[in-house]
């Protein structure tokens, strides 16, 4: 009887809190979340049982060594994302779907030849044994199958294609 209403206070005060945070602006959540995860902590050291933080830490490990290894990405996506959804806003602020560049007759955005450049890290004029290799190199990365995204993949695979094409002509 006593876990049962120790339940239903801990699940009152989480509705409670749920309501409160609501109110709140992203800081003072972030906030609210650190006060809540000190505190938390605490009462486990206080009362020995800290040993599970310490093994879900060496479960995380090996996540976050593998995530280490796409830092050197994050310029690329955050500029192809930043591009995206500031040239979608400019385009049209109601129209789903709306991307950057030129639209190909698939009706699929398209992407400049400078974007295809900044999105495969290459400078212009690359050979097209580079292009393939930084194709190649971000693909791994990034390809869905990879935990990566498809629209990444996308844009990726339209760059080297739009490059190709015009080191042929």
């Given at each position: 009887m006593g876990?049962?209403?120790?339940?239903?206070?801990?699940?009152?005060?989480a509705y409670a809190a749920w309501r409160w945070l609501q109110k709140r602006s992203g800081l003072e959540r972030w906030q609210a979340f650190a006060v809540a995860g000190a505190v938390v902590l605490m009462a486990l050291a206080a009362t020995g049982r800290l040993n599970w933080v310490f093994a879900l830490i060496g479960l995380a490990l090996p996540f976050l060594r593998k995530l280490l290894v796409l830092l050197p990405y994050v310029p690329v996506l955050r500029q192809v994302f930043g591009r995206a959804a500031a040239e979608q806003r400019q385009e049209n602020p109601h129209q789903e779907g709306a991307g950057s560049g030129p639209e190909d007759p698939s009706g699929r955005p398209g992407l400049s030849v400078r974007e295809a450049w900044d999105i495969l890290g290459l400078e212009p004029g690359a050979a097209p044994e580079e292009i393939v290799a930084a194709h190649r190199r971000l693909i791994q990365k990034l390809h869905p199958d990879r935990g990566?995204?498809?629209?990444?993949?996308?844009?990726?695979?339209?760059a080297k294609d739009l490059l190709l094409k015009e080191c042929r002509e």
């Amino acid at each position: 009887m006593g876990r049962l209403l120790l339940l239903l206070a801990v699940a009152i005060l989480a509705y409670a809190a749920w309501r409160w945070l609501q109110k709140r602006s992203g800081l003072e959540r972030w906030q609210a979340f650190a006060v809540a995860g000190a505190v938390v902590l605490m009462a486990l050291a206080a009362t020995g049982r800290l040993n599970w933080v310490f093994a879900l830490i060496g479960l995380a490990l090996p996540f976050l060594r593998k995530l280490l290894v796409l830092l050197p990405y994050v310029p690329v996506l955050r500029q192809v994302f930043g591009r995206a959804a500031a040239e979608q806003r400019q385009e049209n602020p109601h129209q789903e779907g709306a991307g950057s560049g030129p639209e190909d007759p698939s009706g699929r955005p398209g992407l400049s030849v400078r974007e295809a450049w900044d999105i495969l890290g290459l400078e212009p004029g690359a050979a097209p044994e580079e292009i393939v290799a930084a194709h190649r190199r971000l693909i791994q990365k990034l390809h869905p199958d990879r935990g990566g995204s498809a629209y990444l993949a996308t844009r990726i695979n339209q760059a080297k294609d739009l490059l190709l094409k015009e080191c042929r002509e």
